[in-house]
């Protein structure tokens, strides 16, 4: 019930392309969905999140897609650059002092943008 | 500039020995993580902290020990209980406990000779 499924495991997408990752959840009292940009030899940084009231959120390029019956929810890189190569996590918590920092972190998608 | 320091970027253990791995942060946040990442398994946490001279253990703490003696520090020692230690370790913080976004530090990847 606490898993966070991720896929694709790796993505190669030209550049210019739309690169689409894809998650799933079980546990329905998860309330928060955010996803983690990260860059070889770096720690992750927070990219864009998402709370279930909400069925998509944009920011720039990127846009998260969120699914609350078939619980899942996928990121969305419109018009992907080189600079967008990286690896992605999808994480999901829930609200609550007892679950403080819990976040439960998908396998990763490591995206690859060919130039 | 504000931050989490990690240091060192790259350790090595021999067996039966314990490390420490050292995190700083100057975020003046309450809260601080430490997080393990595997290839192809994600991040799982190890320890957390929500407050100086307080911590909790995460999902898999066994192997580890954590200390919390001040605000901006959080060390992480990998005792030789640990049979499987290589892997990049993140240390991570918040603002406060109930604060969901985290800031990472750049990692230290630990490796067995």
């Known amino acids: 019930q606490q898993q966070v499924k991720q896929s694709p495991q790796s993505l190669i997408v030209q550049k210019g392309g739309i690169s689409i990752i894809n998650c799933a959840y079980e546990?329905?009292?998860?309330?928060?969905f955010p996803w983690y940009q990260q860059f070889p030899g770096k720690g992750p940084a927070l990219l864009i999140a998402?709370?279930?009231?909400?069925s998509e959120k944009k920011e720039g390029r990127f846009t998260i897609s969120f699914n609350k019956s078939a619980k899942q929810f996928s990121l969305h890189i419109m018009d992907s650059q080189p600079g967008d190569s990286a690896t992605y996590f999808c994480?999901?918590?829930?609200?609550?002092?007892?679950?403080?920092?819990?976040?439960?972190f998908g396998q990763g998608t490591t995206l690859q943008v060919k130039p | 500039d504000g931050g989490i320091t990690q240091s060192p970027k790259y350790l090595f253990r021999k067996e039966g020995q314990n490390v420490t791995l050292s995190c700083e942060q100057n975020l003046n946040h309450d809260a601080m993580y430490w997080y393990r990442q595997d290839p192809g398994q994600g991040l799982r946490l190890i320890y957390y902290s929500q407050i100086v001279n307080d911590f909790q253990k995460g999902d898999i703490a066994e192997g580890y020990s954590v200390s919390r003696e001040k605000k901006e520090s959080f060390p992480l020692t990998v005792t030789s209980a640990q049979k499987n230690p290589t892997a990049f370790y993140l240390c991570?913080?918040?603002?406060?406990?109930?604060?969901?976004?985290?800031?990472f530090g750049s990692g230290t990847q630990l490796s067995v000779l």
């Open positions: 991570a913080s918040s603002i406060r406990p109930s604060t969901e976004k985290l800031f």
């Open positions: 998402i709370r279930p009231d909400v």
């Open positions: 994480a999901a918590s829930r609200r609550g002092s007892s679950n403080t920092g819990k976040l439960i």
């Open positions: 546990n329905t009292a998860f309330d928060y």
